[in-house]
């Protein structure tokens, strides 16, 4: 299985609207809604910041958005702060009951 | 409230083993999965087990080298990973699936280094 590809980084700077794609096959990213995101800061574990596509857990910012379409899923992060610079992957279930992980972005507040 | 609580940091030499533990505080029956990260990489799925611990699912990259198990008994996972090269040193999460990893170990460092 491998991994879904994600842009190596995006920066934007604050105030400003960023979108990471995640693209996968139409056998994990296309087939479930089982789709979610985490933020990951240098030394930490990652954190959900959004789950089955679009819905955003418990005390995270509305600024965090998903989406999806076809073999594609997207995050957007609208009104970028400072605290946004971190790394983001997204995640998927498969069709063999294994999950994968996007490459990775590195989101760089300018 | 959940919490993976993961077991310190190792060192090993290639070719050995290392069995890596996560207690869950606050039990339930749940999947758990393991992830693995090496360092500046990102991060790389490695398997599950199923909330009583009867069945397992592994990553193709793993297959012959990865044993997960559960104590239920003591509310314990462990990832054991045989075959070492220093390829395998990373950092290795436990996180709980709900559908998606809404909870995660801090993670423990294995150093793979003759």
């Not at chain 1, 980084?9 to 296309?30: A, F, L, R």
Request: one cysteine or more.
């Amino acid at each position: 299985q491998s991994a879904a590809t994600q842009p190596a980084s995006v920066s934007g700077s604050p105030g400003q609207s960023i979108t990471i794609s995640c693209t996968g096959t139409s056998s994990d990213v296309g087939a479930y809604k089982y789709v979610s995101w985490y933020q990951q800061y240098p030394g930490k574990a990652p954190k959900l910041i959004i789950y089955e596509v679009s819905n955003r857990p418990s005390g995270v910012s509305d600024r965090f958005s998903g989406s999806k379409s076809g073999n594609t899923a997207s995050l957007t992060i609208s009104e970028l702060q400072a605290e946004d610079e971190a790394d983001y992957y997204c995640s998927s279930h498969t069709s063999t009951h294994t999950r994968v992980f996007g490459t990775g972005t590195k989101v760089t507040v300018l | 409230q959940v919490q993976l609580v993961q077991s310190g940091a190792e060192v090993r030499k290639p070719g050995a083993s290392v069995k890596v533990s996560c207690k869950s505080v606050g039990y339930n029956p749940y999947y758990m999965h393991w992830v693995r990260q090496a360092p500046g990489q990102g991060l790389e799925w490695m398997g599950w087990i199923s909330p009583h611990g009867g069945e397992t699912k592994y990553a193709q990259n793993f297959q012959g080298r990865l044993t997960l198990a559960r104590d239920t008994s003591i509310t314990t996972d462990y990832m054991e990973l045989s075959g070492l090269t220093s390829d395998d040193t990373a950092v290795y999460y436990c996180a709980k699936e709900n559908l998606y990893y809404d909870l995660w170990g801090r993670g423990t460092l294995v150093t793979v280094s003759s």
